[in-house]
């Protein structure tokens, strides 16, 4: 397998984007993260053109499982264009983002003026916070709408019990444009209102009341993850003394 031009040990099973990545060739991405198996590839800035034979295509690198007898360029003339296309109309979608920005910049591209964002909204439809909800909790946001008033929110905009308010979404944001509130020992994020929990003995934030005891029993201690830790130390210490 070669990687322009540069002959890269092939591992079976990887993508294109990991392999990339492990021979220090930088290709861009927003969508993609190694935590999910599915792999949206929406954003399509890791296009590259991968030639297998006689024939060339374009592919998706996040999503494009290597061969050993592909040759892959992700510098050609044409790959340039595309990601220049690309990142000008993901920055009219969330202008001024400064990780897009930093992404021109890598890219040598410039913002072009003749593309406004219609849609209004801060969000580059990268599917991330959608497959981390899918993945870590229980699918609480999907797209809905078309076109310029495509959007991330909850069914209908409106509160959810799906939603534990543990906020994954805007952890795993690329863009950073999803935001939760927290005020007064409440968060708000999703059109919701949840009781944040602090831990019982060091009084740090732990989670949302909701998303705590999703994943607990009733009567659990509420400890954050440090002193959730000493107390399972202290437990089978005893078990130990009981045991002799």
Same mark, same amino acid.
């Given at each position: 397998?070669?990687?322009?031009? $540069?002959? &890269?040990?092939?591992?079976?099973? =990887?993508?294109?984007? !990991? %392999? %990339?990545?492990?021979?220090? &060739?930088? /290709?861009? @991405? +927003?969508? *993609? !993260?190694?935590?999910?198996?599915?792999k949206d590839s929406?954003?399509?800035? *890791?296009?590259?053109?991968?030639?297998?034979? !006689?024939?060339?295509?374009?592919?998706?690198?996040?999503?494009?499982?290597t061969e050993a007898e592909m040759e892959i360029n992700t510098d050609s003339e044409s790959?340039?264009?595309?990601?220049?296309? +690309?990142l000008q109309l993901i920055y009219a979608e969330a202008p001024e983002n400064p990780t897009i920005m930093e992404l021109m910049k890598?890219?040598? &591209?410039?913002?072009?003026?003749?593309? @406004?964002n219609k849609g209004g909204r801060d969000c580059v439809l990268c599917r991330r916070c959608?497959?981390?909800?899918?993945?870590? &909790?229980?699918g609480a946001i999907e797209s809905m709408g078309r076109g310029v008033t495509k959007r991330i929110d909850?069914?209908?905009? $409106?509160?959810? =019990? !799906? *939603?534990?308010?543990? %906020? @994954?979404?805007?952890?795993?944001?690329?863009?950073?444009?999803?935001? @939760? =509130?927290?005020?007064?020992?409440?968060?708000? /994020?999703?059109?919701?209102e949840f009781e944040l929990l602090y831990c019982e003995e060091c009084g740090a934030l732990i989670t949302t009341k909701e998303n705590f005891f999703d994943g607990n029993y009733d009567d659990a201690p509420i400890l954050c993850h440090t002193c959730s830790e000493e107390y399972r130390k202290g437990h089978?210490?005893?078990?130990?003394l009981y045991c002799y």
């Open positions: 397998m070669k990687i322009n031009g $540069k002959a &890269v040990p092939w591992l079976f099973g =990887e993508s294109i984007l !990991d %392999a %990339a990545n492990r021979a220090g &060739v930088f /290709i861009p @991405s +927003l969508c *993609c !993260d190694s935590t999910f198996l599915n929406c954003c399509r800035l *890791c296009i590259v053109q991968v030639k297998m034979g !006689d024939k060339v295509s374009l592919m998706p690198a996040c999503a494009t499982e790959i340039h264009r595309i990601r220049k296309m +690309l890598k890219c040598g &591209v410039k913002p072009d003026t003749r593309i @406004s959608i497959n981390a909800c899918h993945y870590w &909790v229980k909850t069914p209908y905009g $409106k509160p959810t =019990e !799906d *939603c534990l308010g543990c %906020a @994954s979404c805007e952890l795993i944001c690329p863009i950073h444009s999803i935001k @939760s =509130e927290d005020y007064n020992g409440k968060r708000k /994020i999703w059109n919701n089978r210490k005893n078990e130990e």
